[in-house]
């Protein structure tokens, strides 16, 4: 049930995405494959300069799908606002 899994802190969408995009899966095994390919190549400092920028830049995704959810989310509650009140005007720019 979503509100039990609200409560116990367990409702986690970015935990449940599970692409099954041919794309996404070939682009994945591009990434994968460049990684392999570079491990050969570099010295073993300059890899791990590319390991900490991918890391950097993981993080900063993460930020960024979370800032997206949260403010999707806030769109839809002023939807359902917008529908169950009767309000004739939008407000989005009031959501930041």
């Known amino acids: 049930m979503i509100l039990e ?3 116990y802190g367990s409702l ?10 041919p794309e996404s899966r070939r682009i994945n095994q591009r990434i994968i494959d460049s ?8 010295p073993k400092e300059d890899f791990d300069q590319v390991e900490e920028l991918l890391e950097l830049h993981s993080e900063s995704c ?19 606002i917008e529908v169950f ?12």
């Open 5 to 7: 899994d609200l409560y």
């Open 12 to 21: 986690r969408p970015n935990e449940r995405m599970k692409p099954n995009d």
């Open 35 to 42: 990684l392999e390919m570079l491990k050969e190549r570099l």
């Open 62 to 80: 993460s930020l960024h799908s979370e800032l997206s959810f949260i403010q999707g989310y806030k769109i839809g509650a002023l939807m359902m």
């Open 85 to 96: 009140g009767g309000e004739k005007e939008s407000n989005l720019e009031g959501i930041n």
